[in-house]
């Protein structure tokens, strides 16, 4: 099975991507069905089993507040306790502004839910409920301001939540863990089907060890907000907490070696031969791609001038350029993308954010970047004939 980011998706920018607008929209990856249907032509069922386990250790069931939040049919939808799928509307902002789409855990012991056909997030917050608001986006319908952890004037800055992602449909159940924006709660995610898989779960102490490694490193010490979360780079960046030309050097360095010698760039189309021309990195190959020297935002959110279209051709590249520059690989292997993470984040240049995230987890997966999913280095999980999810909550 080939890389995620081999295939024709585009699967950052969630709410944009899955139809619907949102105020505080997410850089945080999509999860978009890749796989068509299942081997045998059968479809998913129409409502999957969800169990929510609390092993959080410190926060009991009554404190645990559950929200399944997203889109279906290209509207903006969530999910009710008795598993319905509801629509965003104005009305449902009470008296504080604010709507109370929580779903409770049972009184003790593991949480039954049904899930039908949607794509979205999980969130759960400990201790206090998200504030979400319903508001109107720039079509006239109704929309959700989603929490930004990252963002200090946010109703949920203060709130201990974090999320999980998914796409669920005919096709199957595709879903991951994610850190692209933030690192808050230890969570991991369970997917039984035609097999039976889990990802994102934190080694003993992961959580505190991620913290630890962030804040030893100067550049990246003021991303860790206290003992609640850990901002990503690049939202640190938007927010003055992390430096705008952090990467400058090794993205000259990268620059200067590639006007001398061949980068080779390989993925489902084949593979690209690339060289430093006038001021642009050009691949031949299956086709002529080239890119614009990037900016430190750039690599850390895998945007502007990596930015990744759904074309088949410079989507897949600038997608293994991005991850060569967070993982710090472009000048150790000229064959990209590297896949051996022994060689990964090396050097003190590197994205350390994500190099923490990873080590702290058992499989050593994690979205640490937008296209931390090349090479499959991702905490994502797929089956087509899916009988069961589980969203676990870690011990802290």
Not at 200 to 211: E, H, K, N, V, Y
Request: charged letters at 15%.
């Amino acid at each position: 099975m080939a890389p995620r980011h081999q295939r024709s998706l585009t699967r950052r920018k969630m709410l944009f991507a899955l139809g619907g607008a949102a105020v505080a929209v997410p850089a945080i990856a999509t999860v978009a069905p890749y796989a068509l249907a299942s081997q045998d032509g059968t479809s998913a069922s129409d409502s999957l089993p969800v169990t929510v386990v609390n092993n959080s250790g410190s926060f009991a069931n009554t404190s645990v507040h559950v929200y399944v939040v997203g889109n279906l049919d290209g509207k903006q939808v969530r999910l009710t306790p008795d598993g319905t799928v509801a629509p965003i509307a104005l009305s449902d902002n009470g008296a504080d502004g604010f709507t109370d789409y929580a779903i409770p855990l049972s009184a003790s012991g593991d949480t039954k839910l049904s899930l039908p056909y949607m794509s979205g997030r999980i969130y759960v917050s400990l201790g206090e409920k998200l504030k979400f608001k319903a508001v109107t986006d720039g079509n006239g319908n109704a929309a959700l301001q989603y929490p930004a952890g990252w963002v200090a004037s946010d109703p949920n800055y203060g709130i201990l939540h974090d999320c999980a992602e998914f796409t669920y449909n005919a096709a199957g159940m595709f879903c991951n863990t994610t850190m692209v924006d933030m690192f808050s709660v230890p969570m991991s995610i369970r997917l039984t089907g035609d097999k039976d898989q889990t990802t994102g779960t934190l080694r003993d102490g992961g959580r505190a060890a991620a913290f630890a490694a962030v804040k030893q490193v100067g550049d990246f010490a003021r991303l860790v907000v206290d003992d609640t979360r850990i901002i990503a780079p690049g939202h640190g960046l938007d927010a003055g907490l992390f430096a705008t030309d952090y990467f400058a050097p090794y993205i000259d360095e990268v620059w200067s070696t590639y006007t001398g010698k061949d980068l080779k760039v390989t993925t489902n189309a084949g593979t690209f031969t690339g060289r430093v021309r006038g001021d642009r990195l050009t691949f031949d190959g299956p086709a002529s791609v080239s890119f614009a020297k990037p900016s430190t935002r750039d690599v850390l959110f895998c945007d502007g001038n990596l930015a990744a279209p759904n074309d088949g051709t410079t989507g897949p590249v600038a997608a293994v350029l991005g991850a060569g520059f967070n993982r710090s690989t472009l000048l150790s292997d000229t064959a990209q993308p590297s896949t051996d993470p022994a060689t990964f984040y090396q050097g003190d240049l590197t994205n350390h954010y994500a190099k923490a995230i990873h080590a702290a987890t058992k499989d050593g997966k994690a979205y640490g970047f937008a296209f931390d999913d090349v090479a499959d280095f991702a905490s994502y999980i797929q089956d087509t004939q899916p009988t069961g999810f589980t969203l676990t909550l870690s011990p802290f």
